[in-house]
């Protein structure tokens, strides 16, 4: 009877052992097999970009992109000497005012039936643009996540490289830069600036004519009306957490704005921007019955000391004005409590390029290490990079090492909070429903 159970536990013993080695090697030829898979699609994506150097070399590349801060157009004119330098590419920088203009040529080439040989080579864009542009179908698709430079964006991890004011990118645009709303003030005519939303319609009541923003379709004021709507809705959500309501309104309004604008909702969830805005217009500079058209004019009011307030989407022009002289030496930056609106700005290629392969070799070489690290530093742009330090080398970790900053600018990790864009299609909600009730003549 002991040899037959000991027979039986001999018996399990080897099963065991043997299930124990099946399974072994059947990992083995899986880990195995996703190796080699992976070593194929590694030396396809290599082959692949071998061949749009090939073909990208040696050519131009007509970089439709805003022009509206001399420190951008001339980091812009430094990637042009770069490019010709590595590619011999030939990059001209076609300066907008407005990256709708570079969407309506696009749209106007589609119409012509222009399919392959557009004017518009690669574009600067944003949200609403990019949104606009991938429903008509205007933009090359499944590129970006193909540049060998993507994969230091870690974008496994990092949704904000593939997805624009919540809209998947799926390829069609390569992140270049993120950016944060920053409010700057003088501290020869006010020392205690605002600090949030509240706090801005009580200092616009003590300092009339002293603060007022961009009017729409203006990129800086939607930024501004954006933050005020977020911000107002997430008010109300408190307000009704706090009183313990069971009704779910604010909740379905503050998820409303990342969702698409619909004509049912519109009136309901824009309604707490037009009493903030009623509040807050006759405190205005020139009592809200006129609005500058664009940041650069709030700007140079700030340098004739016509206004004491102001804000920007790039924080590091400030120091640099301040260095230009175009702004005076007593002005600060600071970023509001109660949220800074933030997102990432990306470049795209239109589906009827000319030079695509070219323009995919400078979008590459945007995303580089060293053009990254070169853009992030104050005196250059001070744009804040996209890539992430764990997917860099310790020698290129070290090049984006920032020097002692300016007075005038924003401080290291002062913003505490930021504040999602909501869904493009509020962009154009917002400029029709502020026109129709603030619109003036220029």
Same mark, same amino acid.
């Given at each position: 009877m002991h040899s037959i159970k000991s027979l039986q536990h001999n018996t399990r013993?080897? !099963?065991?052992? /043997?299930? !124990?080695? /099946? &399974?072994?090697s059947l990992l083995y030829v899986l880990i195995m097999n996703s190796a080699v898979a992976a070593e194929v699609h590694d030396n396809e994506q290599s082959v692949q970009w071998k061949n749009i150097e090939t073909q990208g070399v040696k050519q131009s590349v007509y970089f439709h992109a805003w022009g509206g801060d001399a420190q951008i157009n001339a980091y812009i004119q430094w990637v042009a000497q770069q490019v010709k330098a590595k590619y011999q590419i030939n990059l001209q920088h076609v300066k907008l005012s407005d990256t709708s203009e570079a969407v $309506?040529? /696009? &749209?106007?080439?589609?119409?012509?039936?222009?399919?392959?040989?557009?004017?518009v080579? &690669? /574009?600067w864009i944003n949200g609403a643009n990019f949104s606009t542009m991938a429903q008509h179908s205007l933009l090359l698709k499944g590129w970006a996540d193909q540049l060998p430079n993507f994969k230091f964006t870690d974008p496994d991890n990092n949704p904000a490289v593939t997805l624009d004011f919540g809209v998947p990118t799926l390829g069609m645009e390569s992140p270049w830069g993120q950016a944060s709303m920053t409010f700057y003030y003088d501290r020869m005519a006010t020392l205690t600036p605002p600090q949030n939303l509240n706090e801005l319609v009580t200092w616009t009541q003590q300092n009339p004519g002293r603060f007022s923003y961009p009017k729409p379709p203006d990129f800086l004021g939607l930024s501004f009306l954006k933050y005020a709507l977020v911000v107002l809705h997430q008010e109300n959500l408190i307000a009704s957490n706090a009183l313990q309501s069971k009704d779910q309104h604010d909740h379905s309004y503050q998820d409303a704005l990342y969702a698409p604008a619909t004509p049912e909702n519109i009136t309901e969830v824009l309604q707490p921007l037009w009493i903030f805005l009623?509040? &807050?217009h006759p405190n205005l500079w020139r009592k809200g019955k006129h609005f500058m058209q664009t940041g650069l004019e709030?700007?140079?009011l700030v340098d004739d000391t016509e206004l004491s307030l102001a804000f920007t989407f790039s924080g590091p022009e400030i120091p640099a004005a301040v260095k230009r002289f175009d702004l005076p030496q007593s002005i600060r930056s600071y970023a509001m409590a109660d949220g800074s609106l933030s997102n990432t700005h990306f470049v795209g290629i239109p589906y009827n390029a000319s030079h695509a392969e070219s323009a995919q070799l400078v979008a590459n070489f945007l995303l580089s290490p060293e053009a990254q690290a070169y853009k992030q530093q104050a005196e250059v742009w001070g744009d804040k990079t996209v890539l992430i330090a764990s997917t860099l080398t310790a020698t290129q970790q070290k090049s984006f090492k920032?020097?002692? $900053?300016?007075? $005038?600018?924003l401080s290291f990790n002062s913003i505490t909070r930021t504040l999602s864009e909501p869904h493009p299609s509020w962009v154009e909600a917002i400029t029709l429903g502020w026109q129709q009730r603030y619109g003036v003549a220029p």
């Open positions: 013993r080897n !099963f065991y052992c /043997v299930a !124990f080695c /099946v &399974l072994i $309506s040529r /696009v &749209l106007a080439e589609k119409s012509a039936n222009n399919h392959s040989q557009g004017n080579d &690669l /574009v009623d509040q &807050l709030m700007r140079r920032t020097q002692t $900053s300016h007075p $005038s600018a």
